[in-house]
């Protein structure tokens, strides 16, 4: 029961998390990539509280500590226009995937962060994915044993009994906690879940506009609604390698959210947790937080010392929708290999681009010392742009990556030092110690045959030849012509230099699916192409007159970098 007459039955709770941290998500994201993504949770939760000002309502703002840790001004911000901060875990990770250890120690981590950033304690928790009473109620008794004293985590099931379907106390032998499990209506089959978020946007408003006044009138449980920040921003990014599924359950209807949370709180306010448990004087104690801040991992201290010069080469082609995840992703890249002891410079080559890429790219970078754009006057192809931005650079060491980031450019700094014995690293996926994720199984066995069929052909016996991921020496490479400029000529690129007796070296790396914007690649226009390639490297290498790089020296890094390799 509400410990005063004027505070709301209606509790307002909001996930603090951003597109790329959702479940619907974990598949295609991994937690380590996080920090290349364009984030908008800031911008998103300030709508969020300026939609709350407008309406003198309370919510319980549940937020990951990772935000915490990034963005403690925000979480001081929040407590500060007087809602309730509360735990939602350090990473968005299934409670079910960790051990009662980990599921503690990733307690304790967010806890501090939280209390850290918003110097209150934290007293409540909810989980990053709805749980069963029936199966994770062991989770409130580590919470009760760790000092919280409410959760809100608990889905309830058609097996879970009546009361437990409301806010309840749980005992445990550290004392007692309330649950306040997710709003449902039985609808005779089972419960529906009517308390926002996803099923508010799915299902038609006018039955649960009728539900929530049902609930409110039939007694005095509070009705608990939650919506995440992501779902009061209609223009956030989308993840094209998403399923169809996944796309209807996080995008339809994002435009909804808002002018439902404006009816609401026109109707019945809201008020935030410990307000309505009457626990405030306890969220309201104050912690100096500096525990949490002496566990902020140390920054990595880059290297004194000369560095080597190398250039990476980014071709472009319509991708304005990869060039913010680009932008924040190249920032670590050029932080990785500085301390890696190597002074990067940028090449974009803009092959006639017709979207915004060409805008987006000044925006971007065209302020930056160590960054370049060429423009093609003309739309070439992916092999053209690469030799464009290679015979531009002034480096002897010249990398090249695709723009959309489908293999870790942070391991350019493992690769670069194998140039020292070879004219060309390729980074390979089908090698042993490589991998692929979540790219389609078709594509998996096009690239296979196509490997294959080049081992048939070509001196060097390797896994991977079509990667355009790829560290090479401008002086083995300048000169060579490939005929083709588009996909192909990546292929041709390294089998002309196989021919003409160039090292070539392969990297086991990781390809990940793309997560914005389309592929350019003309599938069955590729295939052929292929084989009229072999046709003719087969040709010159029978036929043909041969002619031998002799690999020079490369400049060495002054740090030593390991990495498995396997020669060709």
Same mark, same amino acid.
């Given at each position: 029961?509400?410990?005063?007459?004027?505070?709301?039955?209606?509790?307002?709770?909001?996930?603090?998390?951003?597109?790329?941290?959702?479940?619907?998500?974990?598949?295609?994201?991994?937690?380590?990539?996080?920090?290349?993504?364009?984030?908008?949770?800031?911008?998103?939760?300030?709508?969020?509280?300026?939609?709350?000002?407008?309406?003198?309502?309370?919510?319980?703002?549940?937020?990951?500590?990772?935000?915490?840790?990034?963005?403690?001004?925000?979480? @001081?911000?929040?407590?500060?226009?007087?809602?309730?901060?509360?735990?939602?875990?350090?990473?968005?990770?299934?409670?079910?995937?960790?051990?009662?250890?980990?599921?503690?120690?990733?307690?304790?981590?967010?806890?501090?962060?939280?209390? &850290?950033?918003?110097?209150?304690?934290?007293?409540?928790?909810? $989980?990053?994915?709805?749980?069963?009473?029936?199966?994770?109620?062991?989770?409130?008794?580590?919470?009760?044993?760790?000092?919280?004293?409410?959760?809100?985590?608990?889905?309830?099931?058609?097996?879970?009994?009546?009361?437990? +379907?409301?806010?309840?106390?749980?005992?445990?032998?550290?004392?007692? /906690?309330?649950?306040?499990?997710?709003?449902?209506?039985?609808?005779? /089959?089972?419960?529906?879940?009517?308390?926002?978020?996803?099923?508010?946007?799915?299902?038609?408003?006018?039955?649960? +506009?009728?539900?929530?006044? +049902?609930?409110?009138?039939?007694?005095?449980?509070?009705?608990?609604?939650?919506?995440?920040?992501?779902?009061?921003?209609?223009?956030?990014?989308?993840?094209?390698?998403?399923?169809?599924?996944? +796309?209807?359950?996080?995008?339809?209807?994002?435009?909804?959210?808002?002018?439902?949370?404006?009816?609401?709180?026109?109707?019945?306010?809201?008020?935030?947790?410990?307000?309505?448990?009457?626990?405030?004087?306890?969220?309201? *104690?104050?912690?100096?937080?500096?525990?949490?801040?002496?566990?902020?991992?140390?920054?990595?201290?880059?290297?004194?010392?000369?560095?080597?010069?190398?250039?990476?080469? /980014?071709?472009?082609?319509?991708?304005? $929708?990869?060039?913010?995840?680009?932008?924040?992703?190249?920032?670590?890249?050029?932080?990785?290999?500085?301390?890696?002891?190597?002074?990067?410079?940028? /090449?974009?080559?803009?092959?006639?681009?017709?979207?915004?890429?060409?805008?987006?790219?000044?925006?971007?970078?065209?302020?930056?010392?160590?960054?370049?754009?060429?423009?093609?006057?003309?739309?070439?192809?992916?092999?053209?742009?690469?030799?464009?931005?290679?015979?531009?650079?002034?480096?002897?060491?010249?990398?090249?990556?695709?723009?959309?980031?489908?293999?870790?450019?942070?391991?350019?700094?493992?690769?670069?030092?194998?140039?020292?014995?070879?004219?060309?690293?390729?980074?390979?996926?089908?090698? %042993?110690?490589?991998?692929? @994720?979540? *790219?389609?199984?078709?594509?998996?066995?096009?690239?296979?045959?196509?490997?294959?069929?080049?081992?048939?052909?070509?001196?060097?016996?390797?896994?991977?030849?079509?990667?355009?991921?790829?560290?090479?020496?401008?002086?083995?490479?300048?000169?060579?012509?490939?005929?083709?400029?588009?996909?192909?000529?990546?292929?041709?690129?390294?089998?002309?230099?196989?021919?003409?007796?160039?090292?070539?070296?392969?990297?086991?790396?990781?390809?990940?699916? %793309?997560?914005?914007?389309?592929?350019?690649?003309?599938?069955?226009?590729?295939?052929?192409?292929?084989?009229?390639?072999?046709?003719?490297?087969?040709?010159?290498?029978?036929?043909?007159?041969?002619?031998?790089?002799?690999?020079?020296?490369?400049?060495? &890094?002054?740090?030593?970098?390991?990495?498995?390799?396997?020669?060709?």
């Amino acid at each position: 029961m509400p410990q005063s007459p004027n505070i709301s039955r209606h509790i307002l709770t909001v996930l603090v998390e951003d597109y790329f941290h959702v479940g619907a998500f974990e598949k295609l994201i991994h937690q380590q990539n996080w920090g290349h993504f364009e984030p908008r949770y800031r911008q998103n939760t300030i709508k969020a509280l300026d939609l709350l000002d407008r309406f003198g309502a309370k919510a319980t703002f549940f937020i990951l500590g990772w935000i915490a840790e990034n963005d403690p001004s925000l979480v @001081r911000e929040i407590a500060e226009r007087g809602h309730e901060v509360a735990d939602r875990g350090f990473y968005h990770r299934s409670v079910r995937s960790l051990t009662p250890d980990e599921f503690r120690e990733d307690l304790r981590r967010s806890r501090a962060a939280l209390e &850290a950033a918003s110097g209150r304690k934290i007293i409540g928790y909810r $989980a990053a994915e709805k749980l069963s009473p029936e199966r994770d109620e062991w989770i409130q008794h580590t919470l009760a044993e760790e000092g919280y004293l409410y959760d809100a985590s608990m889905m309830p099931t058609r097996n879970t009994p009546p009361e437990k +379907r409301v806010l309840h106390e749980v005992e445990t032998e550290f004392g007692k /906690i309330s649950e306040l499990p997710y709003a449902t209506i039985d609808t005779g /089959i089972g419960p529906l879940p009517i308390s926002g978020g996803n099923y508010i946007r799915q299902i038609p408003y006018t039955l649960t +506009r009728r539900a929530v006044r +049902r609930w409110l009138e039939k007694g005095d449980d509070p009705f608990i609604f939650y919506f995440h920040v992501w779902e009061l921003d209609p223009d956030q990014p989308r993840i094209s390698a998403a399923s169809r599924l996944n +796309r209807i359950r996080h995008y339809r209807k994002l435009d909804k959210m808002e002018w439902i949370l404006n009816e609401n709180l026109g109707l019945y306010g809201s008020s935030d947790i410990a307000g309505y448990l009457g626990l405030l004087s306890e969220y309201e *104690v104050s912690t100096d937080g500096q525990a949490a801040l002496a566990s902020t991992p140390e920054k990595q201290v880059q290297r004194q010392g000369r560095k080597t010069p190398v250039t990476i080469v /980014i071709p472009c082609y319509n991708e304005e $929708a990869s060039l913010p995840y680009l932008s924040n992703t190249l920032r670590s890249v050029d932080t990785t290999l500085s301390a890696a002891g190597y002074k990067a410079s940028f /090449i974009f080559v803009d092959d006639r681009s017709t979207d915004a890429t060409t805008q987006i790219l000044k925006e971007l970078f065209g302020e930056k010392q160590n960054f370049s754009i060429i423009h093609h006057s003309e739309n070439k192809g992916v092999s053209a742009a690469i030799m464009t931005g290679l015979k531009a650079a002034e480096t002897e060491i010249v990398c090249s990556m695709d723009c959309d980031c489908t293999y870790d450019p942070h391991e350019l700094a493992r690769m670069i030092p194998l140039l020292t014995d070879a004219d060309m690293v390729t980074a390979s996926p089908y090698h %042993r110690e490589g991998g692929v @994720r979540n *790219v389609p199984q078709w594509r998996l066995f096009l690239s296979k045959g196509a490997s294959f069929l080049y081992r048939r052909v070509l001196t060097s016996q390797l896994d991977t030849y079509t990667s355009c991921f790829r560290v090479y020496r401008k002086s083995s490479v300048e000169k060579l012509q490939p005929r083709e400029s588009g996909f192909l000529g990546v292929a041709e690129l390294l089998g002309l230099l196989d021919l003409a007796g160039g090292c070539i070296i392969e990297f086991p790396a990781v390809l990940n699916v %793309r997560l914005f914007g389309s592929s350019k690649m003309k599938t069955l226009r590729t295939i052929g192409g292929h084989l009229g390639l072999l046709s003719r490297l087969a040709s010159q290498k029978w036929f043909g007159k041969s002619r031998t790089i002799k690999t020079s020296s490369t400049p060495k &890094a002054d740090t030593a970098v390991s990495g498995n390799l396997a020669k060709g």
